[in-house]
């Protein structure tokens, strides 16, 4: 599929003209090396990136490591010293004054860090500013920001000046003042990042909410691992000004491309991180229709199991253990009769961390979709040794 | 002891008279002429409008707006001051003083403003505009009062023309101040949404900027006040005229009576634009709100403030 936003061979240099420094970047030279030669600051080095549409591309670093001024790259509010940007094809790094205004009007909108709310303007009218850049008519504006306004749950507030809300509340007027103008990007930089971690937490979830519902593509940035993990489809990793990982969540903690990211992903509790279907093993389920409790007990003594589970035309239809398949055979009943439906079962997406407690019961944990089709299942010690992982691999580490 | 005047003298004084005399005023006489006519306009209605009107209606009218902008004590004050100046014998003159300074203080905004925004948009215009304004401050007023006279002639215009001249760097200065005083982020949001510059303008900067640009106009005001009696020494009338006439003839009751009214006068003036320039009063009820409350028996009194959310 074609990417919404294309960044390639991206470079920013601050402080006039850039030639020389990106010739000295890639001859190989460093920040601090450039730092010296010219007196100018690299912002960003030979970053590319494809965002697809409708995902949460989180870009994470610290700061100076780039990723603000990657993100108004995007928009147009930093052009880039070198490469191209591609939004539905129009390059942001090289077109017209008006190209770039109506690609903020119409295509990508920004919710800021410290909320940016115009403090002459109500609620309402601050909702309604990108709408009113746009020239339509008062009516149909008012009527649009008061959606938003109710999107974000401020539906109330819209005669409120901003320094009459909390910072949460400020945000959430950001974010309808984003989403009035319905653009198709919108970028979010840092947006969480002033608030309270209590507040941040809800604000996360409201986000992922909207955005089952909205499925806008939404490029955010922040410093914290967590949150990037928490909302991202995919992840980007900055440091020094270059994309250091890009990947899923679980590509990220599970394989991290280099040290730094390993020593940012270290603390990470793994259980939020990984869902099920990334330790999971093939279901090797019978079928009732066919099968009866001999191959059953067959079955579990090839694979060395103690119990499996069975379907009934494509759904799962519960497990049988082998002492049962065993007292069936010998009563001579059939395979359904053996059945237990008091056994664990998950989707596959489920985190780890909601496994813990199924985790505890004697039998494997079948992971269903939502057609109730078995994709595989998850056995109890598999959940334990994932999250262990990361603890030998230290150890291995520190015997290395 | 040596000095350089020993080897050169440089006859300045002579390079400005030819400047001025053979140069400036024959060929731009008609230009400078053709440049009081809106000046005229603007103070003939102004002026037959303040005469007009009569004196208990203008007295009522005035202390009500103080009254809405600026509050009570404001409001009592200038009742009394204009009662004082009417037995005094002064209220023609005081009109006349008002238009005046009136006329020059909207010449003031109308060329002060555009340039106080251009100076904010670009360095290089106000590199150049600094200076400028930096001798319009300092420059004694009695220095350019003779050029004035020859290119413009004597009377009540050229008197504002000067007292313009005079008033006219706080206002640029201040509207530069504020618009690039204006949040970098709010720029940067504006932006963002894909506003022009002059959205950006009319829609971000001038309004955050406003306070600021109304102390310009406060100082602006106060400056044109503080010239009317200079302006009187090239033709201009009113409260000026009065005090000097007064010190011509030695006669310091009337003198002091000129300047007291011009004293009340700049005392009503500067509160009302100062209260103007207030944050309370830019987001205060809008003016249908405030002539419905005018008619409500009591000041209707905001509800106490929306209660913070935590």
Redesign the interface.
Known sequence: MKPKIYGNGLYKIFGGDATTAIDLLKAGQSKDEIYAATGQTVGVRDVSFKVAEGEIFVVMGLSGSGKSTLVRMI?G?IKPSAGEILIDDVNVADCSDEQL??????K???V?Q?F?L???KTVAENAA??L???GMKASERRERAQAALEQVGLGARGD??PD???GG?QQRVGLA?GLA?EPEIL?MDEPFGALDPLIRNDMQQELLELQRTLKKTIVFITHDLNEALALGTTIAIMRDGVIAQTGTAEEIVGSPADDYVAAFTRDIDRSQVFAAASIARPATPLDLATDNAEVAMTRMEELGIDAVHVVDDGKLAGIVSYRAASAAHRDGLDLKDALTDDFPTASPESLLNDLYPLAGTEYPIALTDEKGQLTGIVHPQDVFQQLANEEEEEEEKEKA | MISPSDFLSLPFDDWVNIFVRDWLVPNFRPVFRAMQWPVTQVLNGLSTFFNATPMLIFTAVLSLIAWRTSGRGVAIFSLIALIFIDLIGLWPETMTTLAMVITAVFFCVVIGIPFGVMAARSDIFRTILRPILDVMQTIPSFVYLVPIVMLFGVGVVPGIIATIIFALPPIIRLTDLGIRNVREDLIEAATAFGATPWQMLVEVQFPLAMRTVMAGLNQTLMLALSMVVIAAMIGAGGLGLTVFTGLGRLDVGNATAGGVGIVLLAIILDRISQSLGEARAMRGPSLLATIRSLFSLRANKPPAEVERAG
């Not at chain 1, 205004?101 to 119409?106: A, G």
């Open positions: 928009n509010l205004r109506n690609v903020r009007r119409n990508v909108a920004m800021f410290h940016a115009f403090p002459h500013f990108g009113k850049i746009r409120s000046y009459e809300l909390s509340m003042r103008s970028l």
